[in-house]
């Protein structure tokens, strides 16, 4: 991975600095030794198996670690990079690589963790992009301010955490979300957004949407801010954690107590991207009218499904999955998580075509026995 001096200035990168997943609280952002004026630190041919929680095989022409809004800056009115197509990267954690992303891979590692405004409302919190997520909750949480505790253990970027709207365990981020700040990766221009131009929705933002209106692929997302409201109060509401307070006994749990429960829950359920490559759940769970929904249940009785209020319903993909027979099934090196049949994981050197081919054979199956098309939830490349 050799470093490239650029526009004559230099940049000095340590072994191992680029490999490593967001940046965590408590990491020394200064990886990257530089001497003044700050540089790019440009890669070519990098290796992005590491660099993805599926661990499939690509190779980034050219990779630039965005440390800063001027980072991007730079790689725009650089000559050659300017003009270049564009993939922003976070923690990998959310992509599917089929292919080999075309131009320049920006990874955003920007750093940084404040306090930025205090009410007896709300605390109002601002991490950098390149902040590990489930780093941004502990921090959260070690200094007195809960309300993210459902959200632990979310591998990826805090950046890419308004992407797809995370959520989990009865929570979603529009919930928490406060405002954020991109860079335009065409004009350069800064620009700040609110929960209504972010345009949230089910696993859902302005920023996975495509055409005019849509930021998809459009702009480099640098710092969140997050509003935690106050007093806190705890979001019991989901089966898991129902569960778990009855086993326990225990139904009023402090935010440390219900960080801890996720935690244990999510580690149980999900693989481990370190010891088997994936990228969560693969599929959305599909929403369908509630005449959709009587007929399914018509046909199916025992189909998990939740009411929602608007009188739709959702539907549990890992359950039409699993009806169809491809819990523990695998196509090549890809293949369905034994545990969890909304998991799709790499069995082992599975390319990014084997993932999608599985992917389509259990949208098929899905679709020839509910007549429910799955949508996919990471972005394939
Ligand atoms: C084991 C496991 C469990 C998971 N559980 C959950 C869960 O419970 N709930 C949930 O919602 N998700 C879950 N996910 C999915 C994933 O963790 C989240 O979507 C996460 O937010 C992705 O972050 P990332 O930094 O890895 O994004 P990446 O995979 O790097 O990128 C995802 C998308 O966001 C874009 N992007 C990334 N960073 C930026 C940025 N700074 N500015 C603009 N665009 C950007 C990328 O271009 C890409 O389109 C899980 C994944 C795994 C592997």
């Not at 997050?226 to 778990?244: A, C, F």
């Not at 007549?371 to 996919?376: K, M």
Request: charge should be positive.
């Amino acid at each position: 991975m050799p470093v490239k001096e650029l526009a004559g200035r230099l940049t000095i990168k340590y072994p191992g600095a680029a490999r490593a997943g967001p940046a965590s609280m408590g990491e020394n952002p200064g990886v990257t030794s530089t001497l003044a004026p700050p540089a790019l630190c440009v890669e070519h041919s990098v290796n992005l198996r590491g660099l993805n929680s599926f661990g499939l095989p690509a190779t980034a022409h050219t990779l630039v670690r965005i440390d800063a809004d001027a980072d991007v800056r730079r790689v725009l009115d650089h000559p050659v990079l300017g003009p270049a197509p564009k993939l922003v990267l976070g923690g990998g954690s959310n992509l599917v690589l089929s292919r080999d992303p075309p131009g320049v891979v920006l990874h955003v590692r920007v750093p940084g963790a404040r306090l930025v405004a205090e009410t007896e409302q709300s605390w109002t919190v601002e991490f950098g992009a390149g902040m590990a997520w489930h780093d941004a909750v502990r921090w959260t949480l070690a200094h007195g301010m809960p309300g993210l505790e459902n959200l632990a253990l979310i591998p990826g970027s805090v950046g890419a955490a308004p992407v797809q709207n995370i959520g989990a365990y009865g929570l979603e981020l529009a919930e928490r979300f406060d405002s954020l700040d991109a860079v335009d990766l065409v004009t350069g221009r800064g620009v700040r957004l609110d929960a209504r131009a972010c345009a949230f929705g089910y696993r859902d933002s302005v920023f996975k949407q495509g055409g005019f209106a849509g930021l998809a692929g459009k702009s480099l997302i640098t710092r969140v801010r997050l509003r935690l409201p106050r007093p806190w109060r705890p979001v019991l509401g989901y089966l898991d954690l129902e569960r778990r307070m009855a086993e326990t006994g225990n139904f009023r749990p402090d935010a440390q107590t219900l960080f801890d429960w996720v935690c244990a829950i999510r580690r149980a359920k999900l693989p481990d991207p370190a010891e088997i490559g994936n990228a969560g759940s693969f599929f959305k769970n599909p929403l369908v009218s509630a005449e959709q929904c009587r007929d399914i249940i018509g046909r199916d009785p025992h189909i998990v499904h939740y009411l929602l209020a608007d009188g739709r319903c959702k539907l549990a993909a890992g359950w039409l999955i699993e009806a169809c027979g491809w819990r523990g099934k695998s196509i090549g090196r890809a293949g369905v998580y034994e545990r969890q049949a909304l998991v799709l994981v790499n069995r082992g050197g599975a390319s990014g075509a084997e993932v999608l081919t599985l992917a389509r054979a259990i949208q098929e199956s899905v679709y020839g026995r509910f007549g429910i098309r799955l949508e996919t939830e990471p972005v394939v490349l």
